[in-house]
RNA sequence: GGUCCCAUCGUCUAACGGUUAGGACAGGUGGUUUUCAAUCACCUAAUCGGGGUUCGAUUCCCCGUGGGACCGCCA
């Protein structure tokens, strides 16, 4: 097997969404089941929407979601006087040229083209400048010489060969006015200095992939292979933008979801193995592949994740469970009081059966978390005369209880249910809402095993 | 508009010419139950349309239709 590197590049304009994710994974997953490198590139050579806190976010997401690169981040714009050597030697070896059009003679083509609805391609005006003078109050850009005539072929990973006319491909800017490189120009300068092997990315940078091309071969530099995978879509179908509502990996984190769940879900997207549905961390490195990755773009389904963050909300180690519980709260929500970690943790058994998200579980232990409860008016109502009278003989029994354990518990409602000629739900139904201020609660045993002693008496004795 | 890509249940997908078209999520019905859940069992639901090729097409080819991406001195 021949040596792998892959790498992630997004550049740092704003938070990392999911589809930027997914295409971390997906690269990150090849280099692994490859035993290669995988290496994060931060493409922030546009100085005017990067941003320092941005990259700090990207790679705050790639560590949470538990994707870890080799060596230490690239940074592009460190790089930017090789690019521009680079671009001075297709300059010099004749692959680019020096154009004087200003942008305004640029716009106007645009809009002939529009008015004539046919397709705006540069006119080339500087490829070939014998005829024409060099105005000397104007600074040039530099454009790569494009192929003109015949087709070319991408043989794609994922999607297979595409064939396009070179003529559709205009002579492209490498080299900007202000003498900065372009990103066309920099990723190629850096994927080759960076030894990628293998350039997996959206499905939108397809025909970049047909520029790029022509700049290894111009530089008779070795081609990687590319994989294009395809884009996620928002639930109205189209390509996902920082704009839809769930699009950003922070709106994921910030509900409680776990980083194992989103993982498996982004795997699962797009890409199959039969009808495996869950995978571990350690059967996604072995089983990924490219020929796995579909055609077709998918749609965001909040449920599915969420049905996955159950799953791993249930299988999880409870310890490791109440330490994400714990994260998560702290920032998200309120720390959780050292004082009723104890609590917490024997509850989390049954807190977590009916959590799709950390926030669930939050919110569910709410009655543990305060000391005061609030009861709704509707709740109150239930708590009438022969209610008050079934907790005050509760309250008796259970101030003398010698040990509280289950099979104590029982004896006193099973006692209860008696003297009151009243079912299990007579007995459990007052309890459930003076103790936990609502109806819809955990089972009444698990409430009274895990609430301590006397946050329980004092809270009977508001109601008997 | 030009170029390219895509097309199986509502959603994510399996079936690499021969299956009663499978699984998962969502939805529905019922069992269990101590409320809400959870859980168990069962059910509904798809090959975009039209032509070919073939003994046989979800699968291969062509044409429609629909959706999407790209068309920056952004990346």
Redesign the pocket.
Known sequence: MSFVATRF???P?GPLHIGGVRTALFNWLFSKNKKGKFYLRI?D??KE?SKEEYKKQIIDSLNWIGINYDDEEYI?SKNIKKHQEVANELLKNGFAYKCY???EE?KEQ?EKCKKK????VYNRKWRDPKNVEIPNNIKP?IRFKSKISGNSILKDLV??E????NS?IEDF?IL???G?P???L??VVDDHLMKITNVIRG??????TFKQKQIYEAMKWSVPEFAHI??I?SE????LSKRDKASTLEDYIKIGILPDALRNYLL?????H??K?IFTLDESIKLFDLP?V??????L?M??I??LNEYYI?HLDEKELFKFLKIYSKKFKSDIDSSKEKSIIKSISFLK??AKKLEDIYQNSQYILNDKIKISEEDLKLIDNSSKSIIKDFLIKFEKMPEINKDNLEKIVKGLIDKHKT???GV??PL?IVLTGS???????NILLSLEKDVIISRLKDYK
Request: proline content about 6%; some cysteine; charged content about 30%.
């Open positions: 590049a997004p550049s304009t493409e050579t546009d929407r592009q059009c200003t942008e640029i645009k609805g046919i397709p705006y850009v999607q297979g595409v064939n396009i006319s559709i800017i900007r006015q202000d900065t372009t990103y066309q920099s990723a499905d939108d940078h397809k025909i970049n395809p884009l879509h109205k179908g189209s390509k699962r997207l797009g890409w199959s039969k009808d549905e796995g579909g055609k077709s773009p998918s749609k389904d449920s599915r969420l049905s249930k059966n009916k079912n299990f739900k459990g139904q459930r109806r819809f609660g955990p089972g009444i045993y």
